[in-house]
C-alpha cells in the first residue's frame, strides 16, 4: 500500500514549491533531497516576476525582501555586434517585478517551508537510486545514512534538476549538451547599478549582473567548453 499520495524527488524551487502546493490541496507528500540545506546552487540569482507572484501567493516574498532582496526591472540581453535586446517589465504590466535572492536563501527558504506545511515529510541527505513504476502505484528507493529505504506513493514527481535521472525512462527529451559548461559567481561592491538584470551573451559563454544593492551585483559567469576551466 502507498504511505504517501506523492513523492518528489528534489527540494529545489521546483519540488519544494510543488511539495507545498500539493499539501495544500490536502495531500500527504514525501519531499527527498540529497543534498542538506543551506546548499550551494550556482545561479544568476534573478526571481522573474511569474516567480515572484507564487512566492508572493505563499507567503515568502514580503520574508525576503526584509532579508534584503533587491527588486530589478527587466532583463537587457547584450549580444554580440553591440546588438541588445530590452525586456522592461513595466512594458508588460505596472505591477511586474523581478527579484535578486541568493539561491542559497531562497532554496533553504522554499525547502523549509514545504517542510512547515501539515503533509509534507521532507527528509534531506536522501539520494534517490531508482523508480519502479507499478499499477496505480510508484515505489522510490534511495540511499538514507548508509541504508537502502523504499517508499511507495501514487504519484512520483522528478524535480531532481536538468540531469534528471528520470527522464531516460518515460521518453522524455534530454538535452545533450556538445560541450561542458562551467560556472563561477561572485559578488562585487563599488558597481554603478543599473536596476535590470543584464546577461552578456558571446561564443565563450554568458555573464550574468544582477543588481544586490545601491552599489553591488552579483556577477556569474558560465563558460561553454573546458579550455576556461584552468582560469
Ligand atoms: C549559471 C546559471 C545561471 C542561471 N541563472 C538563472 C537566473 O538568473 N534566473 C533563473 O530563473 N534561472 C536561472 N538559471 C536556471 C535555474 O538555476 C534552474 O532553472 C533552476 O535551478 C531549476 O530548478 P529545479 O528545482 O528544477 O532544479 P534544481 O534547482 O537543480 O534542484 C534539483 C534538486 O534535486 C536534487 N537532486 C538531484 N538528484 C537527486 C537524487 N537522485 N535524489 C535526491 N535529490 C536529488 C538536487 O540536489 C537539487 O537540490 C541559471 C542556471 C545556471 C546554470
Known sequence: MANFDGIVVGAGVAGSTTAALLARQGFRVLLVEKATFPREKICGEGLMPAGARILNE????????????QAFSGIHFHLPRNRCIELNFAEV???????VVPRMVLDTRLARFAAQQPGVQLCEAFRVLSAQ??????????????????HRARLLI???GIRSRFHN????????RRTRRFALSTSYDQLQGT?????????????????????????????FGTAHRPR
Open 58 to 69: 505563499l507567503g515568502i516574498l514580503s520574508e525576503l525582501r526584509a532579508q534584503g532582496a
Open 93 to 99: 504590466s505596472q505591477t511586474a517585478q523581478g527579484w
Open 133 to 150: 513504476i507499478g499499477e496505480g502505484q510508484v515505489e522510490v528507493t534511495g540511499l538514507y545514512q548508509g541504508q537502502l529505504h523504499t
Open 158 to 160: 522528478g524535480a531532481d
Open 169 to 176: 525512462g518515460f521518453g522524455i527529451h534530454r538535452h545533450k
Open 195 to 223: 536596476g535590470v538584470v543584464e546577461v552578456h551573451c558571446c561564443e565563450a559563454g554568458e555573464a550574468y549582473v544582477a543588481p544586490m544593492g545601491k552599489r553591488s551585483a552579483r556577477i556569474t559567469l558560465l563558460l
